[in-house]
């Protein structure tokens, strides 16, 4: 297994998003909880695309996304996910007093980034290594520990799913994988990936 964070950094925009969604909840095998809740709000598990589009309001593809998607997906019978009440200032949130975040060392984190005028950032795929969570486990002694997680089903979910991302790529800007639209953007509109 390997002993670092294994990383998928892509570029993602629009309908390469839908389609890359569309995959995971086709495929299923897995949960899929938004990283952090809104403010004030309970956290969401999204049991279908219908799911997540209502929640970030995305009602056609084909436009910028108006905010990041940041999800951690649960491979099936992988681990226990634990859910955390973050306590807020309101002096400095809008009034805001809490929110909640998904949290288990063996999620797998989705993230993708939205367009930001003429820029694009590189969205991302990404889980702990078990030796990573080992090291960490003392700092966040409420979590059910790291071997309360099936390792080899974390590392097998989280590289199919890069497998997927990289073969639904189309070129590279270095390391990184550019799927279709994005590809499409940069060229059309120079968009600069950064």
Request: aromatic share 8%; with cysteine.
């Amino acid at each position: 297994m390997n002993p670092i964070m294994p990383n998928c950094d892509f570029y993602a925009a629009r309908e390469d998003n839908k389609a890359l969604l569309e995959l995971l909840f086709l495929n299923g095998g897995c949960r899929v909880y938004e990283s952090y809740s809104h403010m004030d709000a309970e956290l969401v598990e999204f049991s279908s695309m219908s799911d997540l589009e209502r929640h970030f309001g995305i009602a056609d593809w084909r436009k910028p996304l108006r905010e990041s998607i940041l999800l951690q997906i649960l491979p099936m019978n992988a681990g226990p996910v634990t859910v955390e009440r973050i306590a807020l200032d309101p002096a400095k949130c809008n009034g805001a007093t809490f929110r909640y975040s998904a949290n288990g060392w063996g999620l797998v984190q989705l993230h993708l980034e939205a367009e930001r005028g003429d820029k694009m950032r590189a969205s991302n795929s990404n889980h702990n290594s078990e030796k990573r969570a080992l090291a960490w486990a003392s700092t966040y002694p409420d979590m059910p520990g790291p071997s309360a997680w099936d390792w080899v089903h974390v590392v097998s979910f989280s590289n199919r799913l890069n497998r997927v991302i990289r073969k639904l790529g189309v070129e590279k800007a270095g390391s990184r994988t550019i799927l279709p639209k994005a590809a499409e953007l940069k060229t059309a509109q120079s968009i600069k990936f950064v």
